[in-house]
């Protein structure tokens, strides 16, 4: 094996990764090693031909659904199993020596790190912006796994700030990127498409606010419906959500990624104001789909493209008209069809982001023997 993923095999942004990598460094061998295929509600993201290692998989261990209990129980689960996986670890580095190690979240990095085994870690926004500065404990494991990492990449310059803050580490920005051909509606040739309602995009737990949208689009008179996806949810804050919801309001739960950018594409509004926000790939999605994107300001937007940053719609949530104020300007945002710029898809097309990945650290293909 030339490259080997390690990381949770039900996380979008890890195998999306995982895909683009297996198109760019073909002919190279991909694996990926985890502990986590399918459980706890999530689409099954595998495939048989998928070159998977298995970490002691603990599926079989976890709760039906998602839920703060189950988001606790699995963090117990996984920490009381942490030393038979790093033990796993270095029995694979002691068979694959000459791999390189990609470890997606701050989880897989601290197994790698514990296992003594070299590898390049990408942690996400909240394991650099947020948990850090809840708990000493997690701090201290984070601080540890960036500095041994032989490299470090993250999606925005306030995760590269941060990373820096905790360990004096330079990490290298790149975006996580996105599957243009696959989000843009080629078959269109950009033409407008009739849109209407409103569109949820973010995860259903408190940091994304959802209840928020909720509440401001019941006290806006005239306000169409919304439509909820999401890629997880917790089940107190998913409560909160139903229990304000219209008659025509539609809970959509996670869409395979062909029904979710299709919702992208038909909607008037695409909402996204989470409390903390590092480089949302979603909203990214949202754009390249020629939708407008109500968003709180984060600095993801200052360096965005122009051509990108016309598709938002900052909104102050102090204001009880944000809502009615993004619905109008919508619609002559999506009165225009979205053709990204070479800026745009420089940054975002995840083919791209990954060739950057592969010629920075996984080294040149071993020679035809």
Known sequence: RDIIFVGNARDYHAMDWYRSAQVVCAPRRLSFATDLVESEGHVRLVRPDDDLLPLLNVDAFLLRGQSRIGNLWRNAVKFGVLPLQVRRLRVLHRQEPQATYHAH????????????????????GSEILVRPRRSRIYRWFATRALRAARAVTVDSEAMRVGVQALSG??????????DVAAVRDESAHGAVVPRSGILSIRGLTPLYRIDTIVRARNATPGAPPITFVYPFWDEGARGLVRAAMRPDDRDLGRLPKAELYTAMRRAALVVSIPSSDSSPRSVYEAIFSGAAVA?????????????????LLLVDLGDPAWLA???ARAQAITAIP????????????????MARIADAFYGAPPAPT
């Open 169 to 178: 580490r330079e990490a290298m920005v790149v975006q996580n990127g996105i």
């Open 338 to 353: 979205y053709r990204p710029s070479e800026a745009a898809l420089d940054l975002f097309d995840q083919r791209r982001s």
């Open 105 to 124: 979240t701050m989880y897989y990095m601290v197994a790698c790190w514990l296992a003594d085994i070299p590898f390049v870690g990408t942690p996400q």
């Open 295 to 311: 968003v709180t300001h984060h600095p993801f937007v200052d360096a965005l493209p122009e051509d990108m940053r016309a598709r």
């Open 325 to 327: 104020s993004a619905l």
